[in-house]
T-cell receptor, first 114, second 112 residues
Framework: GAGVSQSPSNKVTEKGKDVELRCDPI?????LYWYRQSLGQGLEFLIY????????KSGLPSDRFSAERTGGSVSTLTIQRTQQEDSAVYLC????????????FGSGTRLTVV | RKEVEQDPGPFNVPEGATVAFNCTYS??????FFWYRQDCRKEPKLLMS???SGNEDGRFTAQLNRASQYISLLIRDSKLSDSATYLC?????????????FGAGTRLAVHP
C-alpha cells in the first residue's frame, strides 16, 4: 500500500483479555518495527523484524507480549492478559532497509485497558 | 542514563524567531541520526537526516558533533505550523540488530 496501515485505530479492552494489533507495512519494505508510546512519553522500542532473520525481541516488556510477521509482510502484535499499564499507542513502522534508514510510521493503535 | 536525551521544553517562541534544540546520545557506535516531528496525537514523521558535515533543508539546519555525541536542530523564521514535538533519533547497533532509538522529544510552541 501507499503507507503503513494499522488496525484497529482504537481498542478498548477489559483487564485480563487478550488483544491483537495488526500492521500492514509499505509494500517491499523488508524491515518492520513495533514501538509504543504512553501518554506524554517518548517512543519505547518493542520488537524489530528484518527479512527472514530472527527478530530482535529485546524491547518486549514481558512474556505477555509477542509478535509475528507472516510471509515477510503483515505483522501482528499480541498482548495476553492485558493490564492497565499496557494502555498506550502502539506504533508500527517499516523501512526499505534495516540499516538505520528513516522509518515510515502508521497512525497507530490506541489501546485502553479498563 | 537514557540512550538519547533531550530537553523536554516547552520552548515558547514568537513567529519569526530562531530556535535551537539540542540532543545528546550515549552510544558512540551510533552511525545514523535523524530528527522527527510529531504533532499532537499523530505519528512521528521524518523531518530530516543528520549528516556529519551538517545539512540544511529550507529553514531547518541540523548539525552533528560526533566527538561530543551531540546533535542539534536549528529552525529559522519560525512559523505557527512549526509547533510540534521534535524527536531526536539515533541508531543502535547491538546484538547484530540495527534499530532506531527515539528521544522523548522537545516541545515547540510558536505563538503569533
Amino acid at each position: 500500500g501507499a503507507g503503513v496501515s494499522q488496525s484497529p485505530s482504537n481498542k478498548v479492552t477489559e483487564k485480563g483479555k487478550d488483544v491483537e494489533l495488526r500492521c500492514d507495512p509499505i509494500s517491499g519494505h523488508t524491515a518492520l518495527y513495533w514501538y509504543r508510546q504512553s501518554l506524554g512519553q517518548g517512543l519505547e522500542f518493542l520488537i524489530y523484524f528484518q527479512g527472514n532473520s530472527a527478530p530482535d525481541k529485546s524491547g518486549l516488556p514481558s512474556d505477555r507480549f509477542s509478535a509475528e510477521r507472516t510471509g515477510g509482510s503483515v505483522s501482528t502484535l499480541t498482548i495476553q492478559r492485558t493490564q492497565q499499564e499496557d494502555s498506550a499507542v502502539y506504533l508500527c513502522a517499516s523501512s526499505s532497509q534495516g540499516q538505520g534508514y528513516g522509518y515510515t510510521f502508521g497512525s497507530g493503535t490506541r489501546l485502553t485497558v479498563v | 542514563r537514557k540512550e538519547v536525551e533531550q530537553d523536554p521544553g516547552p520552548f515558547n517562541v514568537p513567529e519569526g524567531a530562531t530556535v535551537a534544540f539540542n540532543c545528546t546520545y550515549s552510544n558512540s557506535a551510533s552511525q545514523s541520526f535523524f530528527w522527527y516531528r510529531q504533532d499532537c496525537r499523530k505519528e512521528p514523521k521524518l523531518l530530516m537526516s543528520v549528516y556529519s558535515s551538517g545539512n540544511e533543508d529550507g529553514r531547518f539546519t541540523a548539525q552533528l558533533n560526533r566527538a561530543s555525541q551531540y546533535i542539534s536542530l536549528l529552525i529559522r523564521d519560525s512559523k505557527l505550523s512549526d509547533s510540534a514535538t521534535y524527536l531526536c533519533v539515533v541508531n543502535n547497533l547491538s546484538g547484530g540488530y540495527n534499530k532506531l532509538i527515539f528521544g522523548a522529544g522537545t516541545r515547540l510552541a510558536v505563538h503569533p
